[in-house]
Antibody, heavy 125, light 111 residues
Framework: QLQLQESGPGLVKPSETLSLTCIVS??????????WGWIRQPPGKGLEWIGS???????YYNPSLKSRVTISVDTPKNQFSVKLSAVTAADTAVFYC?????????????????WGQGTLVTVSS | QSVLTQPPSVSATPGQKVTISCSGT????????VSWYQQVPGTAPKLLIY???RRPSGIPDRFSGSKSGTSATLGITGLQTGDEADYYC????????????FGTGTKVTVL
């Protein structure tokens, strides 16, 4: 069974860079072609898709965050990461790493089949 | 700000049926597949429906999805106390706002 686990600092100072890693277990990130992504949820608010990366490296980003976000894959370590620069208090959120699914009927990748438990990152001095 | 609009809350007694609407536009729901996610308080969201109306393995058939034009609907029959959660729709968006967008979320309360 695939499992995802987010790791990283729970507190980041304003203007600094938030860095989180998602450790993948139960399958190899490179064994099959899937998208891997990040979604965040500010406290008490809804979900916001941040971006996704294909197992071979191609990326999609939310345009509202694109200038500040980088998502990368580390195949040997079986993990992927997100970096969000120049953070402010508005970036305080629970961050989830996800693995997209693949519909064998429609061929769509745009379904989030597996989720990590989430990690709260607070931006504060 | 989300481009997919859902009612903030719906409620019903155990055993009843509830429906949750998700309203969008031709750039998102109108031309793409819709997914639905259930988020029990304090936990990560879970995929309930994909491709508008398909259920992943393990999701009971009490949950159903449909789409018509630029709106989608999630239905829950035989409501149970364990269904009390937040529900979000989501879909690809072909406009420049964001490749993937979620709905505003709906809180389901079991009375």
């Amino acid at each position: 069974q695939l499992q995802l686990q987010e790791s990283g600092p729970g507190l980041v100072k304003p203007s600094e860079t938030l860095s989180l890693t998602c450790i993948v277990s139960g399958d190899s990130i490179s064994s099959r072609s899937y998208y891997w992504g990040w979604i965040r949820q500010p406290p008490g608010k809804g979900l916001e898709w941040i971006g996704s990366i294909y197992s071979s490296g191609g990326t999609y980003y939310n345009p509202s965050l694109k200038s500040r976000v980088t998502i990368s894959v580390d195949t040997p370590k079986n993990q992927f990461s997100v970096k969000l620069s120049a953070v402010t208090a508005a970036d305080t959120a629970v961050f989830y790493c996800v693995r997209h699914g693949l519909s064998r009927v429609s061929g769509s990748y745009w379904l989030f089949e597996y989720w990590g438990q989430g990690t709260l990152v607070t931006v504060s001095s | 700000q989300s481009v997919l609009t859902q009612p903030p809350s719906v409620s019903a007694t155990p055993g009843q049926k509830v429906t949750i609407s998700c309203s969008g536009t031709s750039s998102n729901i109108g031309n793409n597949y819709v997914s639905w996610y259930q988020q029990v308080p304090g936990t990560a969201p879970k995929l309930l429906i994909y491709d508008n109306n398909r259920r992943p393995s393990g999701i009971p058939d009490r949950f159903s999805g449909s789409k018509s034009g630029t709106s989608a609907t999630l239905g829950i029959t035989g409501l149970q106390t364990g269904d009390e959660a937040d529900y979000y729709c989501g879909t690809w968006d072909g406009s420049l706002s964001a490749p993937y967008v979620f709905g505003t979320g709906t809180k389901v309360t079991v009375l």
